[in-house]
């Protein structure tokens, strides 16, 4: 049963566009959602984390949103840049703290210039 | 400062080999955490030690042996692999592993790519 779900493998979009990578998850019991961006062959860069008490936390290009009612979160990044091509993984951990982090499969994102 | 380093970078070794992977992190975080990454995959988990002992193993078999010699190091004895054992290993470490909230952010190093024959 996967809790965190991704369920577009790969988005494409121009330099200069938003993009929006989407992650839907099924337990309740979340309340930390993070983003995090890998490189091939590289470890997964923490990019930007949200609270289930907020609905929008901001960094400079990136914004990630929190829809708690429909269990829905996404990143977005604008403008994009061809340095943003890489797999984004959606995280999220468990109510009280958890030494776990449940993961999405990943979006390959690739932006064309 | 968020960085976790491990060494070596990659590593190739025989099925009777016996080598170590090395992680290091002086943010003062109490949690770290081993992770087996294979392509297009994301990171699984391995082992978590919390506080500098073993909390968390996900069934790894034995040929895989974590250590925590003190809060800043860990690292994974590797004996007998098998070429499926070939991946990317990631170490990542976190402040507070149960205090909630951005003590649960994890912050990766860049991995060991490990080959095996």
């Known amino acids: 049963d996967q809790q965190v779900k991704q369920n577009s493998p790969s988005l494409s979009v121009q330099e200069g566009r938003i993009s929006i990578l989407n992650c839907d998850y099924t337990n309740s019991m979340f309340d930390y959602f993070l983003w995090y961006k890998k490189y091939p062959a590289e470890g997964p860069t923490f990019l930007i984390s949200i609270s289930s008490i907020k609905d929008k936390n901001e960094d400079g290009r990136f914004t990630v949103f929190l829809n708690k009612s429909a269990k829905h979160l996404s990143l977005h990044i604008v403008p994009s840049q061809p340095g943003d091509s890489a797999v984004y993984f959606c995280?999220?951990?468990?109510?009280?703290?958890?030494?776990?982090?449940?993961f999405g499969k990943g979006t390959k994102l690739t932006v064309n210039p | 400062d968020t960085e976790v380093t491990q060494t070596p970078k990659h590593l190739v070794m025989g099925m009777t080999n016996k080598k170590s992977l090395k992680c290091e992190q002086h943010?003062?975080?109490?949690?770290m955490y081993w992770y087996k990454q294979k392509a297009k995959k994301p990171p699984e988990l391995m082992f978590v030690?919390?506080?500098?002992?073993?909390?968390i193993n996900e069934s790894v078999p034995s040929r895989f042996s974590p250590e925590c010699p003190n809060s800043s190091l860990l690292n994974l004895h590797l004996h007998a692999l098998q070429p499926e054992d070939s991946a990317l290993y990631l170490c990542?470490?976190?402040?507070?592993?149960f205090g909630g909230g951005r003590g649960n952010t994890q912050y990766f190093g860049p991995g060991t790519r490990l080959l095996v024959l």
């Open positions: 995280a999220a951990s468990a109510q009280g703290g958890s030494e776990k982090l449940v």
């Open positions: 030690y919390s506080y500098e002992k073993l909390s």
């Open positions: 943010m003062g975080h109490r949690a």
């Open positions: 990542a470490s976190s402040q507070d592993p």
